[in-house]
C-alpha cells in the first residue's frame, strides 16, 4: 500500500496533495454522499481539483467517509512522498483510532517537514504502526513505532497551532465537517481526495485547502519496485 502526498502553496494556505493507502473498497459506491452537502467558498478547491485533471463538483459530490481500514492482510504496508513548498500553519499530519474515546495522535510528517520529505509507514498484524521517516535528499531520519494502532478503524488528523482537525465530525467543534471526501475522477477513478479545513469553521468561512490528501486504493504494482526517485517522478 502507498501513499504519496505533495504539498503546494495555494493562495495564503498550504495545499497537500498525495496518494494514499489500500482501503476496503475501490470504488465510490463505498460511501453514500454526505445530507446535506456542506456549503462553503467552494473556489479555491474547485479551481485546484480542476487543474488537476478532476471533474468533481465540490460542492454537490461530497461523500461521508469518515473513518479508513487497511486491507484485510495483516501485514499492509503503505508508502508516503512528501513535499512542501509552503505552509505558513505547520501542519503536522498522522493517523488516529477512531473508536477511542481519547485517541492519542500517531504522527507520521511533523510540522517541522520541508519540502520532499517522505515516510514509509507499515501495519503490522500485532497493532504496530512503523513509521520510517526521510527527509528530501532520501536521507533517514528515524523510526518512530506506534503501539495498539486499529488497522480496521482509523481516521486522519491535521495539527497545528490554529488547532487540531479530526476526520470524524463529532471530533471536532461544534460537530464541524473538517473534513471532505471526494472520489477520484478519470486516471483517479478509485481514489479518493480528502480535503482538510485548518480553521475552526465557527470563525472563518472554510475552503478546505488547509490540507488536500488524495488516497489511492492499490493493488502491488511495477511502482513497488521503483526507486524513490522514480517513484517521487511518478506523481510529479
Known sequence: MRLLVRNSMLRTTALIAGVVLLIGASTANAFSLRSPQVVFNYTPLQNYLNSVGESINVATDQLDAQVWQSSVSGNTTFTLMFELTGNIYSNAIGVYNANDVSPALNQVFPGAATAGWFATCHFTSTGT???YLYDDTGTFQGLTSYSGVDRTHFG???????????????????NNAQILTYAGTGQNYGDWWECF?????????????GAVVLLQSVAPTPTANKSWGQLKATYR
Open 156 to 174: 486522519f488528523y491535521v495539527q497545528s497551532p490554529l488547532g487540531l482537525w479530526y476526520s470524524q465530525d463529532a471530533r471536532n467543534p461544534a
Open 129 to 131: 504502526l512503523l513509521v
Open 197 to 209: 479545513e485548518s480553521f475552526n469553521k465557527n470563525l472563518v468561512t472554510p475552503t478546505y485547502t
